[in-house]
């Protein structure tokens, strides 16, 4: 097959920052939540490789994942973007959101040490020109446009989620769609720039394409997430990627990264697209897709 493989022996008026609950402390998740039954391929030559047979399997599987699509100044100048905000450089900014148990302790660390004391960073592109041109690059918006059949596209969010060394927590199952509010005919499509090697030991990607694209209930655990028992017994696949690889994936798709369990860094951005076809709605609107809250169920 030429197009991206799954290998069987390798295998901001839409959108909420995130829902209204409690921080909770790391908890480490059952490693059979990512049994892995197959490792994605990319399609190799960066965008400008992506064909319409490509296109065709995101429709079809909800991911495509692309190598060599960010060159490596490309994605040395987003990292120094990123080490940037996290040294207070802009004190203007502050999407910056520290782990619990650091937040009393950072005028102490060192930008080495700040760095792996940070959750996620989001709101950036305002704030720095070398991570605005991520999310404008040319190619990737002709190929984000192609899935939408729009050249109206809107980057209605920025995100940096990093997973330090032994650290890095667990982002469990979900849907992104659930976070935002928006009207949920609104294709999304995602898209994560690997600015590190993410690999199956420090937090790569897990996707879940057999798992119908709807709308599916959310709950509080460890995150706001899918429930457990819905992801016991599945088996998902895994789409590492160099730096500079990128996985795009559809707003519905299941997916998430495991606790990075590695001595290395696992750091990435995400930036998320829509064609602006729909309006915002209310977020009871949403919750009555995606929450639990107001309903008789439990998880």
Not at 106 to 126: G, N, S
Not at 250 to 260: A, F, I, K, R, W
Request: with cysteine.
């Amino acid at each position: 097959m030429t197009t991206t493989q799954i290998n069987q022996v390798n295998m901001n008026t839409n959108t909420t920052d995130t829902p209204v609950h409690e921080e909770k402390p790391i908890e480490l998740h059952d490693p059979r939540l990512y049994t892995r039954r197959a490792v994605v391929e990319g399609v190799r030559g960066g965008f400008a490789a992506v064909t319409p047979a490509h296109l065709e399997q995101y429709r079809e599987l909800g991911f495509l994942s692309i190598e060599d699509a960010f060159t490596p100044d490309e994605v040395r100048a987003g990292l120094d973007g990123l080490l940037h905000l996290i040294a207070g450089n802009k004190p203007e900014f502050q999407g910056i959101q520290f782990e619990a148990a650091a937040r009393d302790i950072l005028d102490t660390l060192t930008l080495e040490q700040k760095q792996d004391a940070v959750r996620k960073l989001m709101w950036f592109t305002p704030h720095d020109e070398r991570l605005n041109a991520m999310a404008q690059h040319p190619g990737l918006l002709d190929v984000v446009g192609k899935i939408l059949g729009s050249t109206n596209l809107k980057m209605f969010q920025d995100m940096a989620l990093l997973k330090p060394p032994k650290l890095g927590r667990e982002k469990p199952w979900h849907q992104d769609k659930a976070y935002f509010n928006m009207d949920v005919r609104e294709q999304v499509v995602g898209v994560w720039i690997a600015l590190d090697e993410a690999t199956l030991n420090n937090g790569c990607m897990h996707l879940m394409p057999q798992i119908p694209r709807q709308p599916i209930t959310h709950f509080q655990r460890r995150d706001w997430q899918v429930c457990d028992t819905e992801i016991l017994g599945e088996t998902c696949v895994a789409a590492p990627l160099k730096p500079g690889g990128v996985l795009l994936f559809d707003g519905l798709l299941v997916h998430g990264t495991p606790h990075n369990t590695s001595d290395q860094r696992r750091r990435a951005v995400q930036f998320h697209y829509h064609a602006q076809r729909y309006g915002a709605v209310p977020n009871e609107a949403r919750m009555a897709l995606f929450g639990s809250e107001g309903k008789d169920v439990e998880c």
